[in-house]
């Protein structure tokens, strides 16, 4: 990076004391001249600090248009010149060049745009690996950021490459942060805190792209198409956006699976302990939760409600909503464990009695 620095320095003070001693704008004072050479070293460095930000697909959309702008103005020009009166006249030679520098420019902003159409892994070699860096891309929807848990995620390390947050869904955020509905305000503003917190992770590199679809009204479906163009995945929590991008066949991250991944693998005819916090759907059951927020259904414990008991593990179910645990509760088990555990609060109300009769004695 410094090797960098220095290499941009020496460039404007070469092109700078160019300008000065060579005097190119020879009706300017030397030290003028040596000013337009500082100024144009410094927009060249400034034009190549901004290219650098720019994706290899849309660099060679922007010069394949351009050089059909520049050969359709040199076509256009050409006709204008045969057939317009005075051809070496000040109006003619004015219309060529804002010919040529209107078709140019439409060709390199066109070019740019459509860009990311093309498909340079299809060519190998250098271009191959384009693919893969667009790969590295991760877009983050609204419900993510404001569900939180994706800031934790980060925080670990386990997510590479580049976190892309569109401008719609910073649209979308803000709205919902400047709703009148103090819940939704609060999400939104939540969201916006997430946002802050991850743009400050050194090990991150957070961008946020201008890319829109006025003709896609849905932000869900803007998400879909930016994955699209950008070749990358969605990080998401909401389950009906997992669905419709696996539809279109893009690629989804969903930290609900993560969690539920995560979560403690139990397995039947093992004992657990758990806290009965009301009563089940079903004949006298109760249901308890662990500390992930799984829910734990336990057969025969609807009259332990808010208590803390010992249970069976007969089966585990796995649903897209998370992962249940069946239990059941055995008297027997209870007893032995209340037992146990009540067995030194008896030795020291026996040592207590024994003393104060001793004091008595006494």
């Not at 020879?26 to 050479?37: D, H, K, P, R, T």
Request: aromatic letters at 6%; a neutral charge; charged letters at 20%.
């Amino acid at each position: 990076m410094i090797d960098l620095i220095i290499i941009r320095v020496v460039f404007v003070a070469v092109l700078a004391l160019a300008a000065y001693f060579i005097g190119p704008f020879s009706n300017e004072q030397a030290w003028v001249n040596g000013l337009i050479g500082l100024v144009l070293g410094l927009g060249i460095i400034f034009f190549e600090m901004r290219l650098k930000q720019v994706s290899l697909k849309r660099l060679i959309g922007a010069a394949f248009g351009s050089v059909l702008g520049i050969i359709g103005a040199f076509l256009m020009s050409t006709v204008i010149e045969r057939i317009g009166p005075g051809s070496g006249s000040v109006a003619i030679r004015f219309t060529q060049l804002a010919i040529l520098l209107w078709m140019t420019y439409i060709g390199l902003v066109v070019g740019a745009s459509k860009g990311d159409m093309l498909n340079l892994a299809a060519l190998g070699g250098v271009f191959g690996g384009e693919k893969t860096a667009k790969k590295a891309f991760k877009i983050l929807d609204t419900s993510v950021i404001i569900d939180g848990r994706i800031a934790d995620i980060a925080e670990t390390g386990f997510l590479d490459g580049v976190l892309v947050i569109p401008q719609f869904v910073l649209r979308e955020l803000q709205l919902v942060a400047d709703s009148a509905d103090s819940m939704k305000r609060n999400r939104g503003r939540r969201g916006l805190d997430i946002l802050q917190r991850i743009q400050k992770m050194v090990h991150l590199n957070v961008q946020i792209v201008e890319d829109d679809f006025p003709h896609v009204r849905d932000v869900d479906m803007k998400l879909i198409e930016l994955a699209k163009i950008y070749d990358c995945k969605i990080v998401t929590n909401d389950f009906n956006l997992n669905k419709v991008a696996q539809l279109h066949g893009v690629e989804v991250l969903n930290i609900n699976e993560l969690a539920n991944a995560l979560k403690p693998i139990v397995l039947p005819g093992e004992t657990m302990r758990v806290f009965i916090l009301k009563e089940g759907k079903e004949y006298n059951q109760g249901v308890a939760y662990l500390d992930d927020g799984t829910m734990v259904v336990v057969d025969n414990a609807k009259k332990m409600i808010s208590k803390t008991i010992d249970i069976t593990v007969t089966s585990v179910l796995q649903t897209t909503a998370g992962k249940m645990i069946f239990g059941r509760f055995d008297d027997r088990i209870h007893s032995v464990s209340s037992e146990r555990h009540d067995r030194p609060q008896r030795k020291a109300a026996a040592a207590e009695a024994v003393t104060e009769r001793t004091t008595i004695e006494s």
